[in-house]
């Protein structure tokens, strides 16, 4: 009653003084927890509640030149661990399955578990066993040579039907590579994933053209490929946006319940798709060949049909296939189309680079088709991609969480600390590489490269399973792209316009391109 009564004669003066002693207070013990806390690293000094205001992937290299290879950072209250040098990484990038200390990339994150990620797949999934299974799994189908050979017809295919809207949209056009090749690995990744076309490259011809050639398309198709980019845009969401701010801010409550509609519905059509599959399996005689995407292949593993059954092994479930499903085309399109525009950027600025590359293209190829095999010996390319893969990394962080408290470099750390592994850290360091600046794609000619400096693929058991597969996709399209074409940036001086976040996302890149047989 008394507190009542005080709070009904309280004055505005007296509401204020009270509401800054109450601020003070707890900006002062903020202060007094972060300058005494255990085991501190250098870093910038955080804001109360919400930590470090700056995008910490964007000021990584700042970070690192200020405080040193190993140094800290605040997000809201969450302690992230930076690591900019690679011995400082070899635990964190451990390959055995068996005694392994940083297993997981996340904390348990609710919003996560909302989405139903954390414990299904491999992206996010906390649990050890099942992603194990998984993994397992996922490596088998992305590493099999049939897999493989499919994909680079279906890379050829596909360049077919992209130059067909080029041709048609006048050679004098100027093309953005970005965007159209943000579209082509989405039909490629999602044909190579469920043997069907969902047309993205068509419906952005449309957006160009007026002879829509996608009309007589389903419209459902480009609502499939939208969902699929909300799954990606939920999955940040979810993961960063703690759960009392969804809970209590209005427009982020809306969000989060228009994402998860959003997902609900493209789970139940993800799910369809998976058991069509399963009863045209079913319906194929046992003697018939399956077709060679990767939906068929897991659905087989572990079947009456797979020859090389592990016996105690199991088939895996369709909610793990459903999340794999999103995990490969999350981890698969994006990645390799804006790598693939940065391989062409520094094409265009390093001539000497293009044409040994070119000369390799027409040594190994001439004219005929482009094969598994030949792409393999294409070893000048491989260590070109290395290079702009080690300058300009498609992903820029690669995240780790210790399940037991542990020690790097004499600082200790509770279990569940965030490590945040910076890829320009590593592979601009002066300790790992000489003349780190320099583009020179020579540096990995004939030699061995030791020790975690070059990881444009992450490394240890979480290393990228998708690694074979996308320098496979890109020399192909280099193949097909500069065997038939030259290409120009339409400004040399512009420097490479991206988008820093975990994922480098090449925003533009205006090229034009013009026959090599009319040159
Ligand atoms: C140039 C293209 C690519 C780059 C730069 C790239 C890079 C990466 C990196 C850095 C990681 C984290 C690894 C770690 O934590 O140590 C990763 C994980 C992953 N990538 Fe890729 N990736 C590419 C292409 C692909 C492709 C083509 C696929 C699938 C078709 C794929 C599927 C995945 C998956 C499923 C994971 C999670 C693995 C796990 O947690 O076990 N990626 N990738």
């Given at each position: 009653?008394?507190?009542?009564?005080?709070?009904?004669?309280?004055?505005?003066?007296?509401?204020?003084?009270?509401?800054?002693?109450?601020?003070?207070?707890?900006?002062?013990?903020?202060?007094?927890?972060?300058?005494?806390?255990?085991?501190?690293?250098?870093?910038?000094?955080?804001?109360?509640?919400?930590?470090?205001?700056?995008?910490?992937?964007?000021?990584?290299?700042?970070?690192?030149?200020?405080?040193?290879?190993?140094?800290?950072?605040?997000?809201?209250?969450?302690?992230?661990?930076?690591?900019?040098?690679?011995?400082?990484?070899?635990?964190?990038?451990?390959?055995?399955?068996?005694?392994?200390?940083?297993?997981?990339?996340?904390?348990?994150?609710?919003?996560?578990?909302?989405?139903?990620?954390?414990?299904?797949?491999?992206?996010?999934?906390?649990?050890?066993?099942?992603?194990?299974?998984?993994?397992?799994?996922?490596?088998?189908?992305?590493?099999?040579?049939?897999?493989?050979?499919?994909?680079?017809?279906?890379?050829?295919?596909?360049?077919?039907?992209?130059?067909?809207?080029?041709?048609?949209?006048?050679?004098?056009?100027?093309?953005?590579?970005?965007?159209?090749?943000?579209?082509?690995?989405?039909?490629?990744?999602?044909?190579?994933?469920?043997?069907?076309?969902?047309?993205?490259?068509?419906?952005?011809?449309?957006?160009?053209?007026?002879?829509?050639?996608?009309?007589?398309?389903?419209?459902?198709?480009?609502?499939?490929?939208?969902?699929?980019?909300?799954?990606?845009?939920?999955?940040?969401?979810?993961?960063?946006?703690?759960?009392?701010?969804?809970?209590?801010?209005?427009?982020?409550?809306?969000?989060?319940?228009?994402?998860?509609?959003?997902?609900?519905?493209?789970?139940?059509?993800?799910?369809?798709?998976?058991?069509?599959?399963?009863?045209?399996?079913?319906?194929?005689?046992?003697?018939?060949?399956?077709?060679?995407?990767?939906?068929?292949?897991?659905?087989?593993?572990?079947?009456?049909?797979?020859?090389?059954?592990?016996?105690?092994?199991?088939?895996?479930?369709?909610?793990?296939?459903?999340?794999?499903?999103?995990?490969?085309?999350?981890?698969?399109?994006?990645?390799?189309?804006?790598?693939?525009?940065?391989?062409?950027?520094?094409?265009?600025?390093?001539?000497?680079?293009?044409?040994?590359?070119?000369?390799?293209?027409?040594?190994?190829?001439?004219?005929?088709?482009?094969?598994?095999?030949?792409?393999?010996?294409?070893?000048?390319?491989?260590?070109?991609?290395?290079?702009?893969?080690?300058?300009?990394?498609?992903?820029?962080?690669?995240?780790?969480?210790?399940?037991?408290?542990?020690?790097?470099?004499?600082?200790?750390?509770?279990?569940?600390?965030?490590?945040?592994?910076?890829?320009?850290?590593?592979?601009?360091?002066?300790?790992?590489?000489?003349?780190?600046?320099?583009?020179?794609?020579?540096?990995?000619?004939?030699?061995?490269?030791?020790?975690?400096?070059?990881?444009?693929?992450?490394?240890?058991?979480?290393?990228?399973?998708?690694?074979?597969?996308?320098?496979?996709?890109?020399?192909?399209?280099?193949?097909?792209?500069?065997?038939?074409?030259?290409?120009e940036l339409v400004d040399m001086n512009a420097p490479i316009k991206y988008c820093s976040t975990t994922v480098n996302h090449c925003t533009e890149l205006m090229i034009k391109i013009r026959l090599r047989s009319e040159i």
């Amino acid at each position: 009653m008394a507190i009542l009564s005080f709070i009904e004669n309280i004055d505005l003066l007296t509401l204020l003084v009270l509401v800054s002693l109450g601020l003070a207070t707890y900006v002062a013990q903020f202060y007094f927890s972060y300058f005494t806390r255990k085991n501190p690293l250098p870093g910038p000094v955080p804001w109360p509640i919400i930590g470090v205001w700056e995008d910490d992937v964007a000021m990584a290299n700042k970070f690192q030149e200020k405080y040193g290879d190993i140094w800290e950072v605040w997000k809201w209250s969450e302690r992230h661990v930076w690591i900019g040098r690679a011995d400082l990484a070899t635990k964190l990038l451990n390959p055995s399955y068996s005694n392994n200390n940083f297993p997981s990339r996340t904390t348990k994150n609710e919003g996560l578990d909302l989405m139903d990620m954390t414990s299904k797949g491999v992206v996010f999934n906390l649990d050890w066993d099942s992603w194990n299974f998984n993994r397992k799994c996922v490596n088998r189908v992305l590493n099999s040579p049939k897999f493989l050979r499919q994909s680079i017809v279906c890379t050829q295919n596909l360049f077919t039907e992209m130059e067909k809207y080029w041709l048609s949209l006048g050679l004098d056009k100027e093309i953005d590579l970005a965007k159209w090749m943000s579209r082509f690995m989405m039909d490629s990744t999602l044909i190579m994933m469920t043997n069907k076309n969902f047309y993205a490259l068509a419906n952005y011809y449309d957006t160009f053209s007026n002879s829509s050639c996608s009309n007589h398309l389903s419209k459902d198709s480009e609502r499939f490929v939208a969902g699929i980019r909300t799954h990606f845009m939920a999955c940040v969401f979810f993961k960063d946006t703690p759960k009392y701010q969804r809970r209590f801010f209005p427009n982020l409550r809306r969000r989060s319940k228009e994402l998860l509609e959003e997902v609900a519905w493209l789970n139940r059509e993800v799910l369809k798709i998976i058991r069509e599959r399963k009863q045209e399996i079913d319906r194929t005689q046992l003697e018939d060949e399956l077709s060679s995407d990767m939906l068929t292949m897991l659905l087989n593993l572990n079947t009456s049909r797979d020859l090389n059954r592990e016996s105690a092994a199991k088939p895996i479930i369709e909610d793990d296939i459903r999340a794999i499903i999103y995990d490969i085309i999350g981890g698969g399109s994006d990645t390799t189309s804006n790598s693939f525009c940065y391989v062409v950027y520094y094409l265009s600025h390093y001539h000497e680079v293009r044409k040994v590359m070119l000369k390799e293209l027409e040594t190994v190829l001439g004219n005929d088709p482009i094969t598994y095999e030949k792409l393999q010996k294409l070893h000048y390319c491989d260590a070109m991609i290395k290079e702009v893969l080690r300058i300009m990394p498609t992903v820029s962080v690669v995240f780790r969480v210790n399940s037991k408290p542990d020690e790097i470099d004499g600082h200790h750390f509770e279990s569940s600390t965030i490590f945040m592994i910076s890829l320009p850290g590593i592979h601009m360091h002066n300790a790992h590489w000489d003349n780190p600046q320099k583009f020179d794609p020579q540096r990995f000619m004939d030699k061995n490269i030791e020790g975690n400096i070059l990881i444009p693929f992450g490394g240890g058991t979480r290393i990228c399973p998708g690694k074979q597969l996308s320098m496979l996709q890109i020399k192909a399209l280099l193949a097909l792209l500069y065997s038939k074409y030259e290409v120009e940036l339409v400004d040399m001086n512009a420097p490479i316009k991206y988008c820093s976040t975990t994922v480098n996302h090449c925003t533009e890149l205006m090229i034009k391109i013009r026959l090599r047989s009319e040159i």
